[in-house]
């Protein structure tokens, strides 16, 4: 670990020399984090791509990983040192799938679901390059709605802002921009180019059911709970529609964590 910053309340960037994985990551991919040396907990966490690191030459040498504090994994790795190191694992699942070349972007986001946005708003923006890839301009425009539950939570706006997305902020309590959900500020600007999200189930399914009525693609990043991350165990499915009507479950670590909001059937 290099860097170990607070953004946000309980919210921090962790920072890891970690040439193979940087390399080799692409946006809407993620990896798995363990504490070295502790069976508790066994488990490593899922944790999406922030951004890459680049060294003065432009080779990626690191990665950024932005964590909120919730349970015993994270609690833990707050209190991580910058020199002590983590077990990292990845680039593990897909990409996001393929938005083709619109006008316009609209990542949409809610909690900690900021964080798989900023790599993949430079990616569409055509300033970065990902995977050994060259960089390519996607899109002319990506807007990034962002919804938490108070200002002290919003974390990263900055870099979003860097990076070239144009923020639009909502918070429940109305400390910080739109005052109520970020789906209703995304409905308030009408229908757009695609639409991409990432946060908690009820955001998602507001989200789906809104590009469902403006007709404009959507796909979902699930934050799923996840064990191995490789598609061993089998504790993350998700039920998906299949081409013949009928539903059948996917495992979200390899054939997400991003889905066609259309073909994703909800509980
Ligand atoms: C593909 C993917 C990418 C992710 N990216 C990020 C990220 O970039 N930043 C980030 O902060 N988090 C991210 N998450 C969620 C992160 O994995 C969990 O917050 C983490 O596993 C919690 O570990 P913990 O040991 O601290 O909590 P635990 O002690 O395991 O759990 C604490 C509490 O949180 C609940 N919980 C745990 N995981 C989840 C979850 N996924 N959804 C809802 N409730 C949960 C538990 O039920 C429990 O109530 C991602 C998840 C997935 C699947
Ligand atoms: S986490 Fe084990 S199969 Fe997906």
Redesign the pocket.
């Known amino acids: 670990m290099t860097e170990h910053v607070r953004l946000a309340d309980r919210t921090l960037r962790v920072r890891l020399a970690a040439a193979e994985v940087a390399a080799a990551v692409r946006p809407g991919q993620?990896v798995m984090l363990r504490l070295p040396g502790t069976t508790d907990?066994l488990l490593g966490?899922?944790?999406?791509l922030?951004d890459t690191v680049l060294d003065a030459g432009g080779t990626p040498v690191g990665i950024d990983?932005?964590?909120?504090?919730?349970?015993?994994?994270?609690?833990k790795l707050a209190e991580v040192a910058v020199g002590e190191a983590l077990e990292v694992w990845g680039p593990l699942?897909k990409p996001f799938l393929d938005v083709g070349t619109p006008d316009h972007v609209r990542l949409v986001a809610g909690g900690?679901g900021q964080?798989?946005f900023l790599a993949y708003t430079r990616e569409l923006l055509g300033t970065r390059g990902y995977g050994g890839d060259p960089p390519r301009k996607r899109t002319g425009k990506v807007s990034l709605y962002y919804g938490v539950r108070a200002a002290s939570l919003a974390a990263g706006v900055d870099d979003f802002r860097t990076a070239g997305a144009e923020v639009h902020l909502a918070s429940d309590d109305g400390s910080v921009g739109y005052r109520g959900f970020v789906t209703r500020l995304l409905q308030s600007h009408g229908p757009g180019g695609p639409l991409v999200g990432c946060g908690p189930e009820p955001m998602l399914k507001a989200l789906t059911k809104l590009a469902a009525g403006w007709v404009v693609p959507c796909q979902v990043?699930?934050?799923?709970?996840?064990a191995c991350g490789f598609g061993a165990c089998f504790s993350?499915v998700t039920k998906v529609r299949q081409p013949d009507g009928d539903w059948d479950y996917k495992r979200?670590c390899v054939d997400g964590?991003a889905f066609d909001a259309a073909k994703l059937v909800w509980e």
């Open positions: 993620f907990p966490r899922p944790f999406a922030y990983v932005v964590y909120l504090v919730v349970g015993k994994m994270t609690g699942g900690i964080t798989p990043s699930l934050e799923t709970p996840m993350c979200v964590p």
